[in-house]
């Protein structure tokens, strides 16, 4: 017997209810043993002027010899050795080198006339200038982990792709950056490195998986630096940390090298971008990583902001695992709304996407969609799960008593993820459709001339631990993921706790430029990255 849709709607409004206590009462606990019970710990702004440069900056300012390379990379030396105690986001420190290549463009630039550094600059436009990037991306003859216990003393044999071609551009490696377990949950925490802190709020999360990426950036560490995103593992830590972060077209950046690889419809969702303190070097950075691809983004034509159609969003509405969107989260996006509206003298339409609600179910389909895959459990052992595979409730026990190399999140990541298929097959053929529908409509709806900001998560920060009551918050970032269109995370300022605000920007596949000049537009509007302070 069919049940009625009336009751089915008053179920569904009782479990919501039910669900918006439940966060309600979780967020006001962490924040009350918090506020009471623990000292707020941020890092300093920084006072070093180069600092405060963006690498498109440095980069000039080195060509026209106004600085030295070798003075920009100490700089970001020392400010790394400064902060590195309180966010523990640096993990692995290549200072020695670093002092070596610089001191070789210090050389350089000494010899060198006008001519051969402008055609130096033209092969090499990153020339001097330090980055940063995070612990899942190969560099040949480094220890790359990905937040797995047994690769702590791996050495890889291989360059990631897109880090051979920023160091080909003059990219400088300063420093590899911390990721969770697996590089599958929203706090970078893992049983090598320990937990990444936020330069914010040393109390809060940092997001993941390219966490201690955003709070070296946050923390003024690093100008640029390298994330990878399949669920929002840029656009997380970038909004948790105050700066700009970009999931690129798929396909653009190349995906060799990653760590682990991607199969199947991964291979749609996994993006390589670029995260930066100045929205004007993320096309530097695109254009470098993107190589002969670049092309097809057409990043040096000018956007025209009056000819934009833009949509906005309020969240994902009707599903009762998901937080709902709070109102100051909602008012940072009406504010970026708002000022759009103004500076192009547009309007913006509001939007809804129904089906959106079943994002956790589309994301699950996505990430099991290839049945060779190896199972997480199987991962956390080693990135081809060729190594066995860890009992996670075995593992759970072993944690609770102190003796497990593995983390609560990627305990509990594995045991989630045991379900084998996750849904029947008719279900499946279902999701499929809903999916493929979903992706087809909005594909339809933004054309190559519309952008949709939608809020980058339910809420600012969350506090240490805290996400494992709250794990489907993500389901904010993972929605584009699944529907394999570029987005921009920028950020909006900072709430009345001194926590970074932002919106996320979406565009169709290949209008990434129109996402950046949006960025730059909100960098102007909002001053963009806005460094840690006191209340």
């Known amino acids: 017997m069919a049940v009625p849709y009336r009751l089915k709607k008053a179920f569904l409004n009782l479990l919501l209810t039910i669900s918006s206590v439940y966060f309600y009462t979780i967020r006001f606990v962490f924040w009350f043993v918090n506020y009471f019970f623990r000292e707020r710990v941020y890092v300093t702004p920084p006072t070093d002027r180069l600092l405060l440069i963006s690498a498109t900056q440095a980069v000039r300012m080195i060509s026209k010899k106004e600085i030295s390379s070798t003075a920009l990379v100490e700089s970001y030396i020392h400010r790394i050795e400064q902060v590195n ?51 899942a991306l190969e560099v040949e003859n480094e220890i790359i982990t990905c937040g797995i216990f047994n690769r702590k003393a791996t050495k890889c044999d291989r360059t990631a792709e897109a880090i051979k071609r920023l160091k080909a551009a003059g990219g400088i490696l300063l420093a590899v950056t911390n990721v969770p377990e697996v590089c599958m949950w929203v706090e970078s925490v893992n049983t090598i490195y320990g937990r990444s802190k936020n330069p914010y709020d040393a109390r809060r999360m940092t997001g993941g998986s390219s966490g201690g990426e955003g709070a070296l950036l946050g923390a003024a560490g690093s100008v640029v630096g390298v994330g990878s995103d399949i669920g929002g593992s840029i656009r997380m830590p970038a909004f948790f940390n105050g700066v700009f972060g970009l999931k690129p077209t798929p396909g653009i950046i190349p995906l060799i090298g990653h760590v682990p690889e991607p199969t199947g419809y991964k291979t749609h969702m996994l993006r390589i971008g670029p995260m930066c303190r100045f929205a ?40 009762p695992i998901i937080q709902p969107l709070e109102d100051e989260m909602r008012f940072a996006l009406k504010k970026a709304v708002n000022f759009l509206e103004r500076k192009y003298d547009i309007v913006a339409q509001r939007i809804e996407l129904p ?28 990135t081809n799960g060729t190594k066995g595979e860890v009992n996670c409730y075995t593992e759970l026990f072993k944690y609770f008593t102190g003796n497990s190399i593995h983390t609560l999140s990627g305990i509990i990541a594995g045991i989630i993820d045991s379900r084998d298929p996750p849904f029947s097959a008719n279900h499946t053929k279902d999701l499929l459709y809903k999916r493929d529908r979903l992706k087809r409509q909005v594909k339809e709806l933004l054309g190559n001339d519309g952008i949709l900001l939608f809020p980058s998560w339910p809420c600012t920060a969350m506090f240490h631990n805290e996400p494992i ?62 460094p840690a302070g006191p209340l």
């Not at 630039?109 to 330090?130: C, H, N, T």
């Not at 950020?491 to 919106?503: F, K």
């Open 85 to 135: 105690n309180t966010i523990n986001a640096a993990v692995i420190k290549l200072f020695d080198s670093a002092r070596q290549q610089a001191t070789e463009v210090d050389t350089f630039m000494a010899l060198a006339d006008e001519e051969d550094i402008q055609k130096k600059l033209e092969e090499r436009p990153l020339y001097g200038v330090p980055f940063t990037m995070k612990d």
């Open 280 to 319: 004007e070097d993320l096309p530097l950075m695109l254009r470098i990583m993107a190589g002969e691809n670049a092309r097809s983004l057409n990043l040096h034509e000018p956007v025209n902001g009056k000819k934009l159609r833009v949509f906005y969003m309020e969240g994902i509405t009707g599903s």
């Open 355 to 382: 089906s959106a609600k079943h994002v956790m179910e589309y994301f699950t389909l996505s990430m099991h969609e290839d049945t060779t895959d190896p199972a997480f459990n199987k991962l956390m052992l080693c």
């Open 469 to 530: 009551l709250a794990p489907f918050n993500f389901c904010y970032t993972a929605l584009w993921n699944v529907l394999s269109v570029p987005v921009v995370q920028c950020p909006l300022g900072l709430d009345s706790y001194g926590l970074p605000l932002g919106v996320q920007v979406i565009g169709n596949q290949y209008t990434d430029r129109n996402l950046i000049a949006i960025a730059q537009v909100l960098e102007e509007g909002f001053n963009g990255w806005t």
